[in-house]
């Protein structure tokens, strides 16, 4: 049974930075592909970045640059740390695994199969 759980997520202040991990069990990271995404109330599902079994990493255009996606293959964890965090960058954070195919692209969330339950960020300004 995979589980994936998340945590790390918190209230900061514009400008300030959060690093968010993701536990899995019952899965290897080291095997798979990866990713996070976001979700605020009333909106969809919004892919911020994701991590292929190799290493090459998407990013979406709103994190670009501000955010970075790792992971620990020892200890079976994803990390996404958030640099320069903005109040847009409020909602509840997932992370995700799948088998490295991507029939919606890397960064869409029907591509996934597993997830988290959500961690929440909020950035005030």
């Known amino acids: 049974q995979v589980n994936l759980v998340e945590s790390g997520g918190g209230s900061v202040q514009a400008g300030g930075s959060l690093r968010l991990s993701c536990v899995a069990s019952?899965?290897?990271?080291?095997?798979?592909?990866l990713a996070w995404f976001r979700q605020d109330p009333g909106k969809e599902r919004e892919g911020v970045a994701a991590l292929e079994r190799v290493g090459t990493t998407t990013y979406s255009d709103s994190v670009k640059g501000r955010f970075t996606i790792s992971k620990d293959n020892a200890k079976n964890t994803l990390y996404l740390q958030m640099n320069n965090l903005k109040p847009e960058d409020t909602a509840m954070y997932y992370c995700?695994?799948?088998?490295?195919?991507?029939?919606?692209?890397?960064?869409?969330?029907?591509?996934?199969?597993?997830w988290g339950q959500g961690t929440q960020v909020t950035v005030s300004s």
């Open positions: 019952g899965w290897d990271v080291s095997k798979n592909c």
């Open positions: 995700a695994t799948n088998g490295c195919w991507f029939p919606h692209g890397r960064l869409g969330s029907t591509s996934y199969n597993y």
